[in-house]
């Protein structure tokens, strides 16, 4: 199966960002043109450095034709201008972030759950995320999701999914057969032992 051109990829950030050349070798990565949103996912980082590095990424992204989504923090979405803001289960609830981005995107994380699904939905999420499909050292494993909870979720809520956890060259076709719309990757692509990034994403086709 080829996706060439299609725009399928949700690129989560490495946990840090203490280089000056990510910002380049970001550049290169979305020249792929496989990549359609980017969610900045800093846990450890002040506000202050969290929005010095969103405004330099929004740049990027804007010229990349991709969508920045701040991780956690409705706030700073709207702060820096941000396509949108993403939510997990611990973080603010999605009528309160709806009230501050208006009609930006969010996005909520689901887990393996069809009440979490549903309640997205009807809160008025742009998107859900389902996961973990397979291990990742991104960070602690506590849900699996799997095909078949996939496969019905998608029959359920007419939002688009993004798969996540633990994705790679080996595994990802099997997620976009079984109709995931985006798949979140970033261990893949950051800490690849074999491939730099803009060659990760070239075995993704």
């Known amino acids: 199966m080829k996706i ?3 725009k399928f990829i949700y690129l989560i950030s490495p946990n840090k960002i203490i280089n000056k050349s990510f910002y380049n070798i970001l550049n290169i990565v979305f020249k792929s043109k496989k990549v359609k949103f980017f969610q900045l ?3 450890k980082e002040n506000i202050k450095k969290k929005t010095i590095i969103a405004k330099k990424i929004l740049r990027i992204c804007k010229k ?5 989504i701040i991780n ?3 706030h ?5 201008n941000a396509h949108g803001c993403h939510l997990g289960q611990g973080d603010m609830n999605i009528f309160d972030a709806r009230k501050i981005l208006k009609n930006k995107i969010i996005g909520v994380t689901c887990h393996n759950s069809i009440k979490l699904a549903k309640n997205a939905s009807s809160g008025g999420a742009n998107y859900i995320a ?3 499909f397979f291990k990742t050292r991104t960070k602690k494993v506590t849900h699996k999701a799997n095909i078949k909870s996939l496969i ?3 029959k359920l809520i007419n939002l688009p999914v993004v798969a996540i956890g633990g994705i ?3 595994n990802y076709k099997k997620l976009l057969l079984n109709k995931a719309d985006f798949l979140a990757i970033s261990s893949y692509i950051w800490n690849n032992k074999k491939f730099k990034p803009h060659q990760a994403i070239k075995n993704l086709i």
């Open 4 to 6: 060439q051109n299609k």
């Open 41 to 43: 996912r800093l846990k």
């Open 168 to 170: 790679n060259e080996s």
């Open 72 to 74: 956690d923090n409705p």
């Open 76 to 80: 700073l979405a709207l702060k820096v």
């Open 64 to 68: 990349n034709r991709v969508k920045l």
């Open 130 to 132: 389902l996961g973990a």
């Open 152 to 154: 019905k979720i998608k």
